[in-house]
């Protein structure tokens, strides 16, 4: 079955760590990979995309993501995290089919904590 | 409208009554998705329109479930006689380009928490 898998479901940090959030797909072929952010009482928002050329990507906020095609992986990265970059992550992906629909797949989500 | 706006933002209903959820897109957005969050369960495909008709409903749980879509906008999925497991974060989502260019990228409203005693 397709699937997206985020293999951290909380992780704690104190600011100023570095943050590492796995993803990785189960599709073979074309992909589109996003990473979505939920903020605290907020809408999800789209944080990053790749959909093709340079693999590794910068989005809002110091975010950037490195799409590794031979490991299906759409890793999440911030050098240095902030309180305020407490939310819950969702990487999602498409499928390429051409022509078909191409829902988005979600992970499960990972839900981060950054203490002052 | 600026964003997309669903309604009810929170529903209360009992086990056995029908709901109804409210979404209304982003102006010219041809395509509308439905997902569902479970606690635990990230986001879960429901249904997907492109434009007044909906090319994949496989994610639709159960026969309970139906959604439709009016003018190319407002879109409204039902659930008839609740069940206490249909109780969840329903999202709704839009997007300019269509599902088949794979490059859609969605713009979700705030959802509407739905419990079901």
């Known amino acids: 079955a397709q699937s997206v898998s985020q293999h951290n479901h909380h992780v704690i940090l104190s600011e100023a760590a570095s943050l590492e959030l796995g993803c990785n797909y189960s599709y073979g072929g074309t992909v589109n990979l996003f990473w979505y952010v939920q903020y605290p009482g907020q809408h999800l928002q789209l944080l990053l995309k790749?959909?093709?050329?340079?693999?590794l990507v910068k989005g809002i906020k110091g975010f950037e993501a490195e799409f590794i095609k031979s490991k299906f992986s759409f890793n999440l990265r911030k050098p240095s995290v902030q309180w305020s970059d407490t939310a819950e992550y969702f990487c999602a992906v498409t499928r390429f089919y051409g022509g078909a629909t191409n829902k988005l797949i979600f992970g499960t989500g990972t839900l981060l904590a950054v203490q002052p | 409208g600026a964003g997309v706006s669903q309604s009810p933002s929170n529903k209360v209903t009992e086990k056995g009554k029908d709901v109804e959820l409210r979404c209304d897109p982003i102006?010219?957005?041809?395509?509308l998705y439905w997902y569902r969050q479970s606690l635990g369960q990230g986001l879960e495909f429901l249904i997907y329109f492109q434009g007044n008709s909906a090319p994949d409903k496989s994610g639709l749980p159960s026969d309970r479930f139906s959604a439709e879509r009016t003018g190319g906008s407002v879109s409204t999925l039902t659930i008839q006689r609740t069940q206490q497991e249909d109780s969840a974060v329903y999202l709704c989502?839009?997007?300019?380009?269509?599902?088949?260019?794979?490059?859609?990228?969605?713009?979700f409203g705030a959802g509407s928490r739905l419990t079901v005693l």
């Open positions: 989502a839009s997007s300019a380009q269509g599902a088949a260019s794979g490059a859609n990228v969605l713009t």
């Open positions: 102006s010219g957005h041809t395509a």
């Open positions: 790749y959909f093709s050329g340079d693999p």
